[in-house]
């Protein structure tokens, strides 16, 4: 579900405040430190957004249109660049909060796993410290890998090849699943600053496919980088088992319907096909 507003592009070194905040600006301030801490604390959606289990859908985006007027990154005063990394990530918790409890079956699998985090037995406290900043908080262990997985797919979206990264990590090693390997490798293979990787970023690909050969991501990306190899033969076998692993699979029909275009109508000098 595509999320109501603008994303908030990447922030910028802030430079220092030319002037003191005004009372209001300064109210803004504690309640940037307030969300960040709850953030932090790993609060869970509903506490997040403010709103019950059983909100309606137009409640839940109410909710969320209400907390963006307030902590969207466009929103800080020029008197606060210090507090400009902790407003993006507070609007990014409320974001993900949003895009969880507004969709139907995520919210039913989220209220699932509060209540299964709930059930467990609590540890001990460690002796020496009484700070539980060590255990996560019910309902937000380390996030779904679900959640995790679609914060990669956000990420991704915005170029944070790095972050994306961490996050489909995160999801693969709570569950190993090969979709999440192959978005992790994908987020590798597409960082410019990590070109020394893309052997291993091919190689995790491989991995992937070997795990689930029904892994349509895997396949459409081995595809894609066939295609810029210029090895149209092995593209093509890639891209149509990504189809055939989900025929609703739009990139990777999309690149068949252009080979088999190009197959009708083969270039005269040279092209992919002889």
Same mark, same amino acid.
């Given at each position: 579900?595509?999320?109501?507003?603008?994303? %908030?592009? $990447?922030?910028?070194?802030?430079?220092? =405040?030319?002037?003191?905040? +005004?009372?209001? #600006?300064?109210?803004?301030?504690?309640?940037?430190?307030?969300?960040?801490?709850?953030?932090?604390?790993?609060?869970?959606?509903?506490?997040?957004?403010?709103?019950?289990?059983?909100?309606?859908?137009?409640?839940?985006?109410?909710?969320?249109?209400?907390?963006?007027?307030?902590?969207?990154?466009?929103?800080?005063?020029?008197?606060?660049?210090?507090?400009?990394?902790?407003?993006?990530?507070?609007?990014?918790?409320?974001?993900?909060?949003?895009?969880?409890?507004?969709?139907?079956?995520?919210?039913?699998?989220?209220?699932?796993?509060?209540?299964?985090?709930?059930?467990?037995?609590?540890?001990?406290?460690?002796?020496?410290?009484?700070?539980?900043?060590?255990? %996560?908080? $019910?309902?937000?262990?380390?996030?779904? =890998?679900?959640?995790?997985? +679609?914060?990669? #797919?956000?990420?991704?979206?915005?170029?944070?090849?790095?972050?994306?990264?961490?996050?489909?990590?995160?999801?693969?090693?709570?569950?190993?699943?090969?979709?999440?390997?192959?978005?992790?490798?994908?987020?590798?293979?597409?960082?410019?600053?990590?070109?020394?990787?893309?052997?291993?970023?091919?190689?995790?690909?491989?991995?992937?496919?070997?795990?689930?050969?029904?892994?349509?991501?895997?396949?459409?990306?081995?595809?894609?980088?066939?295609?810029?190899?210029?090895?149209?033969?092995?593209?093509?076998?890639?891209?149509?088992?990504?189809?055939?692993?989900?025929?609703?699979?739009?990139?990777?029909?999309?690149?068949?319907?252009?080979?088999?275009?190009?197959?009708?109508? $083969?270039?005269?000098?040279?092209?992919?096909?002889?």
């Amino acid at each position: 579900t595509a999320t109501p507003g603008a994303e %908030p592009g $990447p922030t910028a070194t802030p430079a220092a =405040p030319t002037e003191p905040p +005004k009372p209001d #600006e300064a109210r803004h301030a504690q309640q940037i430190e307030q969300r960040f801490a709850d953030i932090q604390a790993r609060k869970d959606h509903f506490y997040v957004l403010g709103v019950p289990q059983d909100a309606t859908r137009d409640h839940v985006k109410s909710a969320f249109l209400s907390l963006a007027k307030v902590f969207h990154p466009d929103r800080l005063p020029p008197t606060l660049p210090h507090l400009a990394q902790k407003i993006t990530s507070v609007f990014e918790g409320i974001r993900e909060a949003y895009e969880v409890l507004y969709d139907d079956a995520r919210r039913k699998a989220y209220i699932q796993n509060l209540q299964a985090q709930q059930s467990l037995p609590r540890a001990p406290p460690s002796q020496g410290s009484s700070s539980s900043s060590s255990r %996560p908080a $019910p309902g937000r262990p380390e996030s779904s =890998p679900d959640d995790l997985y +679609k914060m990669g #797919e956000v990420y991704f979206r915005k170029r944070d090849f790095l972050t994306a990264s961490d996050h489909y990590e995160r999801a693969y090693a709570l569950d190993p699943k090969a979709t999440y390997l192959a978005a992790r490798a994908w987020a590798i293979y597409m960082d410019p600053s990590r070109k020394a990787d893309m052997a291993k970023a091919k190689q995790m690909m491989a991995d992937a496919v070997r795990t689930d050969p029904n892994c349509d991501r895997a396949h459409y990306q081995l595809g894609v980088i066939a295609r810029v190899e210029g090895d149209m033969d092995r593209a093509e076998r890639h891209f149509r088992d990504a189809v055939r692993s989900n025929s609703k699979h739009l990139e990777a029909n999309q690149e068949l319907r252009l080979i088999d275009m190009r197959k009708k109508n $083969p270039p005269k000098k040279g092209g992919f096909f002889r």
